[in-house]
């Protein structure tokens, strides 16, 4: 009498087991691309002609240096320099809607924690980490994309390459959550 096989290595058993790893892989990938796909934004904002124009950062992110939290520029920011510059165009023509009805511009967040994180730019910038890091690789962007991954775990992985007397502090929770 042929042996018989354990049932997990039935033919039909493994096909299964590679489908669902499959179907769950490519779902882990996919989850992974969506994420990173920019919201709709009101207007679509070119970072990369900007930089590349030579406009810092911290042109338009004025707070990022000094305080907690970064900053978006206003409309009539945009507006003071397009005057001297392309007034024209699709996207610049809601722009200066905007500037006429004297509104502010409703971009939507991509890069935001919990309420219940509290994060400050200053330290880091201080400390040299460059926005690259946390924010990928804007200068080449459009609008800015979402980064995956950027839970506490990520947080704590920088965190734990400090020296271990700053460590005490960067890892109590108290300094992240109030
Ligand atoms: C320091 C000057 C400056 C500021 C400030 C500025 N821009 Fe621009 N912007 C430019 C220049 C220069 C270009 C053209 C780049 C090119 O065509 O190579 C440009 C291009 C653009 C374009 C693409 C134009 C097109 O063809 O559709 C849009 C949209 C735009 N800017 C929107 C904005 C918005 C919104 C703001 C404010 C958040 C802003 N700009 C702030 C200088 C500026
Ligand atoms: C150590 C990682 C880190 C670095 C470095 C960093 N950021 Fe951020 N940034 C974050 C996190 C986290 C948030 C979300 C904060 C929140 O929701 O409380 C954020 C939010 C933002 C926002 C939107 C909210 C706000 O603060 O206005 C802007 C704009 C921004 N960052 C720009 C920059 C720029 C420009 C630089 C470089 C000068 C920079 N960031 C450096 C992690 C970082
Ligand atoms: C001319 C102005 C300007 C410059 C220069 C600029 N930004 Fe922005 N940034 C904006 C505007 C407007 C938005 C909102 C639209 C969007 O999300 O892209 C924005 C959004 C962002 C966001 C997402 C903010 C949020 O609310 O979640 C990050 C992160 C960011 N910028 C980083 C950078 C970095 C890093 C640089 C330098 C490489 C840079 N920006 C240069 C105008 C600027
Ligand atoms: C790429 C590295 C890196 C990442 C990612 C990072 N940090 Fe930091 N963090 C630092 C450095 C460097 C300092 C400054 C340490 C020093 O010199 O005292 C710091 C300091 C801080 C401080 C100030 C602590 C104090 O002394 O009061 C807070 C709060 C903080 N980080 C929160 C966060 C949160 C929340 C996140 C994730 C959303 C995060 N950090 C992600 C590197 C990082
Ligand atoms: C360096 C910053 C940092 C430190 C230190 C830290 N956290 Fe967090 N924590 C975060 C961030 C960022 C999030 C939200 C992002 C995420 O994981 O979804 C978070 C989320 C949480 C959540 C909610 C999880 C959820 O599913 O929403 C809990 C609970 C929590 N932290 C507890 C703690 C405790 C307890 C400690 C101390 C042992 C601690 N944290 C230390 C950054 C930190």
Redesign the pocket.
């Known amino acids: 009498m042929e042996k018989k096989r354990p049932w997990w290595q039935r033919p039909g058993i493994v096909i299964t087991i590679a489908l669902v790893l499959l179907i769950l892989l490519g779902g882990a990938a996919g989850g992974i691309y969506f994420t990173q796909i920019p919201p709709e934004q009101p ?4 970072h990369n ?2 930089v ?2 030579g ?1 810092q950062c911290a ?2 992110h004025t707070g990022a240096a000094t305080g907690p939290t970064a900053g ?2 206003s ?1 009539e ?6 005057q ?3 007034k024209q ?4 023509d809601k ?1 200066a809607a905007f500037v006429k009805a004297g509104d502010s ?1 409703p971009w939507v967040p991509v890069a935001i924690q919990p309420d219940h994180v509290h994060f400050n730019h200053r330290p880091h910038v201080a400390a040299g980490v460059t926005c690259e890091t946390c924010h990928g690789d804007v200068a080449q962007m459009t609008v800015a994309e979402p980064q995956s991954g950027q839970n506490m775990g990520w947080c704590l992985d920088c965190h734990k390459k400090m020296a271990p007397e700053k460590w005490v502090r960067l890892s109590d929770c108290a300094t992240c959550h109030y």
Do not use: T
């Open positions: 207007i679509q904002f070119p002609f900007h590349g124009v406009a042109y338009c978006l520029p409309p920011k945009c507006w003071g320099c397009h001297q510059v392309q165009s699709p996207e610049l722009l511009i």
